[in-house]
């Protein structure tokens, strides 16, 4: 998948559509698509294999929140950098890592992302432009200065996209790294996937603003709050936002409304919210969204987008069969890696 | 001898490490206005492990109390509210995440009573989930009570028991100085005999586990439990060992270990923390410097966590903490080499 083309100018061939859809072309919308896809397949499977006692520990999926992982990182090209979260297998896949690869990570083997050794919570992938995914809430986006601060030392033009939560948003780190990048006019764009909850608090218990995308005002930069489940919105929104950080005026934070169908984590009993609540959501799945959106104005056909689909199911199957079969790292391999030689 | 145990004489039931602390907080806050829990998703959530459970139904949100996720806001929350006049009781999620904490808790909880010339006081207690074992990953499977223990000013208990675990958190809350409690994870569900009343357990106490005489085993936390089940094994090989489960960390009761020491001449320590600068080295440094020294017939011997981070997958996680089977092999290698 490498189509990554965001055409402007070819929206003019499809007057009937909103401008965020028509801005993508077919094979972008093809290959977001099959993203998505991956995502939520990915996500199905990593569920699959924890029910059948394949992994221990515990992880974060994002099913319900494919939209914002992959519209957010379609203007991104390739050697731009991303930072991502606990919840951050959609981000990975998103920015195009091999899911036979996450899933060995995932199976703690040997030939996974980080050897086994980090897990669905560490994953990393970092000649394919992702710095990591994150244990800690908020841990990537003081790091997303940084690279910020490389990439301007460097002048070699790349952008770095740091995704987090509604909840990270009350770290001091996000405080601090905000006002960091605002005062230094860093190319970063700072994603915040608000998802409604922390772990279990609601961000209106847990935030006096009404949007996350309101803080952006404290430190000088544009905020925008989008439809986190619409991808055309998403990915208008983050096109704006990396051309600004590329162009050398600073950084941009976009928020993405969303939502998570699932549980925070394996031990989620879902006390703090209503069945109701997740069905209203469940009604916005955003690869629906766009799918209905494209039969509407005749740019797919139902068979084509099905294949997408069964292509994207096939792909995760195999990834599985390749990451079971893969060997365990070695205990005498136990510190390795801890310091660089 | 201060080993003891105190046993309440009243209704004695099973309970699990989690509804022992749970039991624990909720006779708090009955007897003492003061006392107010808080920190992340320890509301109608429960805890992360469960701990504070249907507290919220009981006592309502204003005294169990969900935070916005802001360690170093909520340690330092606890900390002003301690000195004027309230005694919280803090939840950090998981032990690792107090690494986001330290500066209220080294710079003001700890020095505050000191640098104000005793004229204030913090009684203030930290509750830390810690350990490896959950496969839980480097970021969320720290034992980091070794850090807190070289501040003075601060208390560090590892209760290893459901049964010190109630006592030792109310005689924490009781306490007029910030405590933290490290409860290991892979403890929470473990069951053990709990009163029904609300007792303490002193806090600088150890507590011998099973006596011996031919080697002391000293371990901490789950180590204490690991090296009971050790010295069940090591029996049956006819090496009697004694168990220390050190219970405190700061204060430590090195009167107890020294005291077994001088019997058994043998001494392995046992701990999850990393090996290096741990526990273990002060333990066998107070040893080193004190006139128990002469009785030791081999030298002392550290179990502690690789100098690796906590992998992930689960074969390397076993192998970065000692597991049972590495303390059985030390203890009957030193009590070995201590006959040669
Ligand atoms: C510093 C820190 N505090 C707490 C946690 C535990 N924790 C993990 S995810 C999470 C909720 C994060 O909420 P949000 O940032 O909104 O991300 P979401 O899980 O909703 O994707 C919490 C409290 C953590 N991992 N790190
Ligand atoms: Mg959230």
């Known amino acids: 998948m490498s189509a990554r083309k965001t055409d402007d100018t070819s929206g003019a061939q499809r007057p009937n559509q909103r401008p965020e859809l028509a801005a993508l072309d077919d094979e972008t919308i093809a290959g977001a698509l099959t993203r998505m896809h991956l995502i939520r397949k990915f996500e199905e499977a990593a569920e699959a294999s924890y029910m059948r006692g394949l992994i221990h520990g515990t992880m974060h999926l994002s099913i319900g929140q494919e939209a914002s992982a992959v519209g957010a990182t379609l203007p991104l090209e390739a050697h731009d950098y991303i930072l991502s979260t606990h919840r951050g297998h959609g981000h990975c896949i998103a920015r195009g890592a091999e899911p036979k690869l996450m899933f060995a990570e995932f199976f703690g083997k040997e030939t996974g992302y980080c050897k086994g050794r980090g897990g669905s919570m560490h994953i990393a992938d970092v000649e394919g432009g992702n710095l990591g995914a994150n244990g800690i809430v908020g841990g990537g986006l003081p790091i997303a200065v940084g690279v910020g601060m490389s990439i301007k030392a460097q002048k070699n033009g790349r952008v770095c996209m740091v995704f987090f939560g509604d909840g990270a948003s009350n770290e001091g780190a996000f405080h601090e790294a905000l006002n960091m990048a605002s005062i230094w006019k860093l190319p970063v764009v700072f994603v915040c996937e608000n998802n409604k909850y922390g772990m279990s608090m609601d961000i209106s218990r847990a935030m006096a603003v009404a949007n996350v995308a309101d803080r952006a005002a404290a430190y000088a930069m544009p905020g925008h709050s989008v439809d986190g489940n619409d991808l055309a919105g998403v990915a208008a929104v983050a096109r704006e936002a990396v051309a600004r950080a590329r162009s050398g005026e600073g950084p941009s934070l976009i928020e993405c409304k969303t939502y998570r169908w699932r549980g925070h984590s394996k031990s989620d009993r879902n006390l703090y919210r209503s069945k109701e609540e997740i069905e209203e959501w469940r009604l916005q799945d955003p690869i629906r969204r766009l799918e209905d959106e494209l039969k509407a104005h005749d740019r797919f056909d139902a068979p084509s987008l099905m294949k997408l689909e069964e292509d994207a199911q096939r792909e995760i199957d195999t990834a599985v069969e390749f990451a079971r079969t893969c060997p365990d790292p070695d205990p005498k391999d136990l510190t390795r890696d801890v310091y660089a030689i | ?340």
């Open chain 2, 1 to 340: 001898m201060p080993s003891e145990t105190l046993e309440a004489t009243g209704d004695v039931r099973e309970l699990s490490y989690a509804e022992a602390v749970r039991e624990a907080l909720g006779q708090a806050m009955e007897a003492d206005e003061r006392v107010f829990l808080f920190g992340e998703d320890v509301g109608v959530y429960g805890g992360a492990f469960g701990v504070s459970g249907d507290l919220v139904h009981r006592f309502g949100k204003e005294r169990v109390i969900d935070t916005p996720i802001s360690e170093l806001g909520i340690a330092g929350a606890a900390v002003g509210a301690a000195i004027t006049g309230m005694r919280p009781v803090l939840e950090i999620q998981f032990s690792d995440f107090v690494t986001l904490a330290m500066e209220q808790l080294v710079n003001q909880a700890a020095k505050i009573r000191f640098m104000f010339g005793g004229k204030a006081s913090v009684p203030m207690v930290v509750r830390l989930p810690g350990g490896s074992g959950t496969g839980a990953a480097a970021q969320h499977s720290q034992s980091l009570e070794a850090w807190f223990a070289h501040v003075p000013g601060l208390k560090v208990l590892q209760p290893s028991t459901p049964h010190d675990a109630k006592g030792m958190l109310l005689a924490a809350i009781d306490d007029p100085n910030p405590v933290l409690i490290f409860e290991h994870k892979l403890l929470y569900k473990t069951k053990g005999h709990v009163p029904a009343e609300a007792y303490r357990v002193p806090i600088g106490q150890a507590a011998i586990r099973r006596e011996g005489r031919d080697i002391t085993i000293v371990g901490s936390s789950i180590m204490a439990r690991k090296a009971e089940a050790a010295a069940e094994r090591l029996a049956g090989d006819g090496i009697s060992a004694e168990v220390i489960d050190l219970r405190s960390i700061r204060p430590i009761d090195f009167t107890t270990i020294a005291e077994s020491v001088r019997k058994t001449h043998r001494l392995l320590v046992v701990y999850e923390g990393v090996k290096t600068m741990g526990i273990g080295a002060e333990i066998s440094a107070m040893i080193a410097e004190s006139e128990v020294f002469d009785f030791l017939d081999a030298p002392i011997i550290r179990l502690g966590g690789a100098d690796s981070p906590i992998p992930y997958n689960p074969v390397l996680e076993k192998a970065a903490v000692p597991q049972e089977d590495d303390i059985v092999t030390a203890a009957a290698n030193l009590v070995r080499r201590g006959e040669a």
